[in-house]
């Protein structure tokens, strides 16, 4: 588990997710071509998928998991939207794969 303080001070503990897992909520958001364009789908759900994955502790108002293992809507929505936003690259940071990690995350 990794412990990590966000730039608003809220503390929160991350846990290493299986490959399983981390291509679960990689394979959550989609790209889409259309004339020309590259548009980005999902990118809310993505977000929302790695957080519940990720989330395993921190200060919240009493933090709770549900039947899946996942942090409750409750403590989701404790989280401003740019604590989702750093918490969605904190929790990928963490997930480093094909070398060790850095002893700085």
Do not use: H, Y
Request: overall charge neutral.
């Amino acid at each position: 588990m990794i412990e990590k303080t966000l730039s608003t001070g809220r503390k929160v503990k991350i846990k290493e997710l299986s490959i399983d897992e981390m291509d679960e909520c990689k394979d959550t958001q989609k790209i889409s071509l259309k004339d020309g364009a590259t548009l980005l789908l999902d990118t809310n759900k993505a977000r929302t998928k790695w957080i519940r994955k990720g989330l395993v502790g921190g200060d919240f108002k009493n933090f709770k998991m549900n039947g899946n293992n996942c942090p409750t809507d409750k403590v989701l929505r404790q989280l401003t939207n740019a604590e989702m936003d750093e918490m969605l690259s904190v929790i990928q940071e963490a997930q480093a794969l094909g070398e060790e990690k850095p002893s700085n995350i």
